[in-house]
């Protein structure tokens, strides 16, 4: 486990994540519709505000990925994230999902939940600065977050793959726990295998 905090998540750790490279990883054959991913459990790392590493936090839980699911489907592409824990603590908590559609264009989504609203709320994030109407679930007791995208705010995509993060954030800003969805190297730039509509 590497706990090197490359300039790729350091841009995904602030919600503007639009790096490029990497390659394909998960449980699907090329241009399936679904893909399913594995995380080792226990390899978050805990990083210093504005640092460039950071160091193994192998107690972490809460937003420490085991399974993650990506479909792509007719109208919506849909990502549901598995943890070992999720809970209402600390100051905020966050999913990041990087999308690279077969035009080679890129999108950032994220679920966020904070003190204010643990419910939480979406953002979309790209170079155009769009809007998009998504769809979101936290689920504490399944400890679970899904996010659904109309493919329209893809650009209606003929394949998709994507990237996972995860941030939390406990009683101080000074630092934030982190986690790689796909990989438990940190600075792993590596992609879903590209999923087709289906």
């Known amino acids: 486990m590497s706990g090197r905090v490359g300039p790729v998540f350091r ?24 893909a399913t991913v594995q995380d080792t459990s226990g390899d978050m790392i805990k990083v210093a505000e504005g640092a460039t590493e950071g160091d193994p936090a192998p107690g972490a839980t809460i937003a420490d990925f085991t399974r993650t699911r990506f479909r792509h489907r007719d109208h919506l592409v849909v990502v549901r994230a598995e943890f070992v824990d999720l809970a209402r603590t600390g100051r905020r908590l966050t999913l990041w999902v990087n999308i690279r559609n077969d035009s080679g264009r890129y999108f950032t989504v994220g679920v966020q939940a904070d003190r204010a609203d643990w419910t939480g709320h979406t953002l979309f994030l790209t170079r155009r600065g769009d809007d998009c109407a998504m769809r979101h679930q936290i689920d504490y007791a399944e400890n679970s977050i899904r996010v659904v995208i109309p493919r329209r705010c893809l650009d209606r995509p003929r394949t998709v793959a994507f990237r996972v993060y995860s941030e939390h954030v406990r009683h101080s800003w000074n630092y934030s726990l982190l986690d790689n969805g796909l990989h438990e190297d940190m600075d792993d730039r590596s992609w879903t295998t590209p999923l087709r509509r289906g």
């Open 11 to 34: 841009v995904i750790a602030v919600g503007t994540a639009l790096a490029l490279g990497g390659l394909a990883v998960g449980q699907a054959p090329a241009q399936a519709a679904a």
